[in-house]
């Protein structure tokens, strides 16, 4: 979705404030509460839109049924200086992200690295807010996850891994992180169910239907197809792979083709989606001045690549950080199937709904 296509728009603040109350007033503690506000208004802002507001509902719905628990008993274990694990107690993915991430960047400050598996979890939104969170304390931070099978395996006829995301977020002196935040498949699942909310076509060569064939009309859509589309999507099949080991394997969870859907009728029964966490001190390498320079000098040089006619070469995180400036100025838009969604939570809860942007 792009800021034009609609002129309902909501204040940051006030957003967060009516995630908040609706979580709180759902049955989230205060940490779940401000956890899963903070990824998805994050989200948001960086126009992420298929992992950002639009899924309140749905955790809304997960957490009232059982599946999700709104104070969970959540259990860090360091096994070795560098490494840990983190029960998750069934809580929101969110809040094990970050905290799994504050484990891994204490550890990084102590002894250079810091590696946490998360087991007993749930979907935890935009994989870039953990990365994020990393980038921000100083440290070159990695975040990956599982997911219920959506894509297809390179000339597969059927879903077996999910989309499982790579992020990666740098410190820059002096600017906004440096910040990767893509799936492994073409596109995201949740993209499928925006793009059919508001009536859009999918891009080609980035979902098939029952037959495995590809399709860009939502509705026909049973399955993405991995990264690098019907030709190279070995790589993309690749990758999420990789990201498939690094999450179940490690934390001992079901791998994603086991795993139960994010949706369907089964709200009461958790998950136990795996996650995985690195972060890196550059200090631990080399010296901060050397790696700042040497940062800078590579942004500078990609920045200044030629470009094609009308085009601009971007590192990744600049269209995210030009996004959030331009949201946080103008408000974040609210498309006309999530207007119907938050009308109803504020009614459910009673709680005063966000007021639109004049």
Not at 61 to 84: C, D, N, S, V, W
Not at 134 to 148: F, H, K, P, Q, T
Request: charged share 15%; with cysteine.
């Amino acid at each position: 979705m792009t800021d034009h296509q609609t002129d309902f728009r909501l204040a940051v603040a006030d957003l967060e404030r009516f995630m908040l109350e609706v979580l709180r007033r759902a049955g989230a503690d205060a940490a779940s509460s401000s956890a899963v506000t903070r990824a998805l208004v994050t989200a948001s802002r960086m126009g992420t839109d298929s992992h950002g507001l639009r899924l309140l509902p749905h955790y809304i719905k997960a957490l009232q049924g059982g599946r999700i628990q709104g104070a969970p008993e959540m259990r860090f274990t360091r096994r070795l200086p560098a490494t840990g694990f983190l029960d998750a107690g069934d809580g929101f993915g969110h809040l094990a992200g970050y905290t799994a991430m504050e484990h891994a960047v204490t550890m990084a400050g102590e002894v250079g690295m810091g590696a946490v598996a998360v087991g007993h979890s749930s979907h935890f939104g935009a994989a870039g807010c953990y990365a994020l969170a990393a980038a921000e304390r100083g440290m070159i931070g990695l975040a990956v996850c599982n997911s219920d099978p959506f894509v297809l395996l390179h000339e597969g006829l059927a879903p077996f891994h999910g989309t499982n995301p790579i992020a990666f977020a740098a410190p820059v002196a002096g600017q906004s992180p440096y910040l990767l935040d893509m799936a492994t498949s073409s596109v995201p699942w949740n993209r499928v169910q925006q793009y059919g909310a508001i009536g859009r076509e999918l891009p080609d060569q980035v979902a098939a239907d029952a037959e495995g064939h590809v399709t860009r009309i939502p509705a026909e859509v049973a399955a993405l197809l991995p990264l690098g589309g019907s030709d190279f999507g070995f790589k993309g099949a690749g990758l999420g792979g990789m990201v498939e080991v690094l999450s179940s394997t490690l934390s001992g969870m079901l791998n994603g083709f086991r795993l139960l859907p994010m949706g369907g009728p089964d709200m009461a029964t958790p998950r136990g989606v795996g996650h995985f966490f690195l972060a890196l001190n550059p200090a631990a390498f080399v010296d901060e001045a050397t790696f700042a320079a040497c940062l800078a000098d590579y942004l500078a040089d990609l920045r200044a690549q030629p470009a094609a006619p009308g085009a601009e070469v971007l590192a990744p995180g600049d269209r995210e950080w030009r996004c959030l400036a331009r949201r946080d100025a103008e408000g974040i838009p609210l498309d006309s199937a999530n207007q119907a969604a938050y009308a109803a939570l504020a009614d459910a809860f009673d709680v005063v709904p966000p007021t639109r942007l004049e």
